[in-house]
């Protein structure tokens, strides 16, 4: 089966800086991964997806990575605000199988 | 935002009682999911659904029933809930299950005293 990790469970940036954010992955097979943004009192929000196909897909402002032979993938945000500050889950499937999500990390970003 | 409603939105029960938490959606999206939510752990899938009155187990389903009569309601029963069962738990709906991209709805907080 699968387990998601991430490697901090918090980041504090200041306004302006670029953000990477980190997730390890055990299942080879998985072929799928997403990140999702989750605010205080909220549902967790979409940002952006990958195949394993790819090495990198790019959205407004994120960028995923993606490395296949040491099974990790991180979420990069340039110039973060403070409306970025949020709780930020990578999650990853095997095909026909549901998603496995990592445990979090909170960015905190200082203005 | 998609059309997805949880209620209740806060609960406190006792020990021993049942509890349904209902998932409404107005999308008409094929997968619905429950998942709960606990520090340290992540979300954790408890049961889905892919189809009216098709149901399957998730990663935590012991203690968790669901049901699923109509294409825009999944419940999720504790039969007899316990303290660990405290926890929030989210709704989520896709269309399609070639993709991850789940649309969550705002949580129902659960306390069991």
């Known amino acids: 089966g699968e387990s998601v990790g991430l490697h901090l469970p918090t980041l504090s940036v200041q306004e302006g800086d670029n953000s990477i954010i980190n997730c390890a992955y055990s299942?080879?097979?998985?072929?799928?991964f997403i990140w999702y943004k989750q605010e205080s009192g909220k549902g967790p929000q979409f940002i952006i997806d990958?195949?394993?196909?790819?090495d990198k897909r790019q959205g407004q402002r994120v960028t995923v990575l993606l490395n296949k032979t040491v099974k990790h993938l991180s979420l990069q945000i340039a110039a973060t605000q403070p409306g970025d500050s949020a709780v930020y889950f990578c999650?990853?499937?095997?095909?026909?199988?549901?998603?496995?999500f990592g445990k979090g990390t909170t960015l905190s970003v200082s203005s | 935002d998609a059309g997805i409603t949880q209620s209740p939105r806060h609960k406190v029960t006792e020990t021993g009682t049942p509890v349904t938490l209902r998932c409404h959606q107005t999308?008409?999206?094929?997968?619905m999911y429950w998942y709960r939510q606990d520090p340290g752990h992540g979300l954790r899938l408890i049961h889905y659904?892919?189809?009216?009155?098709?149901?399957d187990k998730g990663e935590v389903s012991d203690g968790y029933s669901v049901s699923r009569s109509k294409t825009e309601d999944f419940l999720l029963t504790l039969e007899s809930a316990t303290s660990s069962q405290t926890s929030v738990y989210f709704c989520?709906?896709?269309?399609?299950?070639?993709?991850?991209?789940?649309?969550f709805g705002e949580g129902s907080r659960l306390t069991v005293l």
């Open positions: 299942n080879s097979a998985s072929d799928y």
């Open positions: 989520a709906i896709s269309d399609r299950d070639s993709t991850g991209e789940l649309f």
């Open positions: 659904s892919y189809g009216v009155k098709d149901t």
């Open positions: 990958i195949r394993s196909n790819m």
């Open positions: 999650a990853g499937r095997e095909a026909g199988t549901a998603l496995i």
């Open positions: 999308e008409n999206h094929r997968y």
